[in-house]
T-cell receptor, first 113, second 112 residues
């Protein structure tokens, strides 16, 4: 079965720096990968989707890369702010044409002023 | 639009009791799903539905039932609550075009 690993449970960075979060997966080649943000006591909120034929996607201060050879996605937040502090989840679609998503356990990001 | 609405927000049950967690969406999404989130385990899929009248099991379906009689509603039933079902439950919906999942605010369930 497919496996997703977000290799840091927690990441602390200084305000203004770039945060980089990693998502690795095995046993599968997903058609797309998504990133979500989750604040304490709230449901996850969709941030970005990147498809297998896309190398990079940007949205404001967010950038996602997708390397299907390495089976890895990197999620970057540039010029990080304390308001970016949250848990970030990556998710893979679970099968061709499937709506199902398999989620990683998340990385808790803390941006220190 | 309200998006995905879950009720209740908090619930305490005694072992052996049954209850239904409600989920409704107003975005006309075909796909709806239920997840549970436990510390250190991430989000795990319980059941899902690809349309009215169609449901299927996810990764951790035991002890739960679902039905989908309308596009809007997807209730999750706990048949006989156990302490192992203490968790935070999230309902989500999505459609074929965008695939992004919209989540409810969650139900925090404690079984004592």
């Amino acid at each position: 079965s497919q496996k997703i690993e977000q290799n840091s449970e927690a990441l602390n960075i200084q305000e203004g720096k770039t945060a980089t979060l990693t998502c690795n997966y095995t046993n599968y080649s997903p058609a797309y990968l998504q990133w979500y943000r989750q604040d304490p006591g709230r449901g996850p909120v969709f941030l970005l989707l990147i498809r297998e034929n896309e190398k990079e996607k940007r949205k404001e201060r967010l950038k996602v890369t997708f390397d299907t050879t390495l089976k890895q996605s990197l999620f970057h937040i540039t010029a990080s702010q304390p308001a970016d502090s949250a848990t970030y989840l990556c998710a893979l679609e679970s099968g061709a044409g499937s709506y199902q998503l398999t989620f990683g356990k998340g990385t808790k990001l803390s941006v220190i002023p | 639009n309200a998006g995905v609405t879950q009720t209740p927000k908090f619930q305490v049950l005694k072992t052996g009791q049954s209850m239904t967690l409600q989920c409704a969406q107003d975005m006309n999404h075909e796909y709806m799903s239920w997840y549970r989130q436990d510390p250190g385990m991430g989000l795990r899929l319980i059941h899902y539905s690809v349309g009215a009248g169609i449901t299927d099991q996810g990764e951790v379906p035991n002890g739960y039932n679902v039905s989908r009689s309308t596009t809007e509603d997807f209730p999750l039933r706990l048949l006989s609550a156990a302490p192992s079902q203490t968790s935070v439950y999230f309902c989500a919906s999505s459609n074929r075009d965008t695939t992004e999942a919209f989540f409810g605010q969650g139900t925090r369930l404690t079984v004592v």
